[in-house]
T-cell receptor, first 112, second 113 residues
């Protein structure tokens, strides 16, 4: 299965600022997925990122708040913009494979 | 909304089998059952998946009822390191298709000494 490197692993940010999270995969993949996990909650899909096209966002998530880049088949970034304390969550990237999905280790974001 | 129903929590004694149930009564014929687990502060980890036959790998066994409306994940000899939240997920798998996973609330399994 694919190996995902996600960074930063954690960060503490001031409200009103932005943070960009990077996700690097060791193999080429068509789709990459970004999830959010709020404290004590399950994972919620933010968007699906395809190389060469705009990301597809789930209900409740918008591009202005969570812009995504997908410059090639092994890399993607998620930016959390104009952060507020409600954005404090773990953010995870994921890729699919023949037999299952692999997840990054997550970025634990705290907004103060 | 998630298509599965799981108990919110379960306890298991170390060394005993852990049997985690999942109801998926609205599963369609082309949907697979996937199981993942999330150990605290880590990303979810794939465990096993199946369509209609029982499956076994080095981590667990998956038992799917004949009508496919429910399944059970079995960890044959639970250890303390198996303490995690276990997610049962159904989704279609179309040979190379890579759609997203939809997570429910899962079952928090606590393995106790």
């Amino acid at each position: 299965s694919a190996v995902i490197s996600q960074k930063p692993s954690r960060d503490i940010c001031q409200r009103g600022t932005s943070l960009t999270i990077q996700c690097q995969v060791d193999s080429q993949v068509t789709m990459m997925f970004w999830y959010r996990q709020q404290p004590g909650q399950s994972l919620t899909l933010i968007a699906t990122a395809n190389q060469g096209s705009e990301a597809t966002y789930e209900s409740g998530f918008v591009i202005d708040k969570f812009p995504i880049s997908r410059p090639n088949l092994t890399f993607s970034t998620l930016t959390v913009s104009n952060m507020s304390p409600e954005d404090s969550s773990i953010y995870l990237c994921s890729v699919g494979g023949l037999y299952g999905y692999t997840f990054g280790s997550g970025t634990r974001l705290t907004v103060v | 909304d998630a298509k599965t129903t799981q108990p919110p929590s379960m306890d298991c004694a170390e060394g005993r089998a852990a049997n985690l149930p999942c109801n998926h009564s609205t599963i369609s014929g082309n949907e697979y059952v996937y199981w993942y687990r999330q150990i605290h502060s880590q990303g979810p980890q794939y465990i096993i998946h199946g369509l209609k036959n029982n499956e076994t790998n080095e981590m667990a066994s998956l038992i799917i009822t004949e009508d496919r409306k429910s399944s059970t994940l079995i960890l044959p000899h639970a250890t303390l390191r198996d303490t995690a939240v276990y997610y049962c997920i159904v989704r279609g798998y179309y040979g190379g298709s890579q759609g997203n996973l939809i997570f429910g609330k899962g079952t928090k399994l606590s393995v106790k000494p």
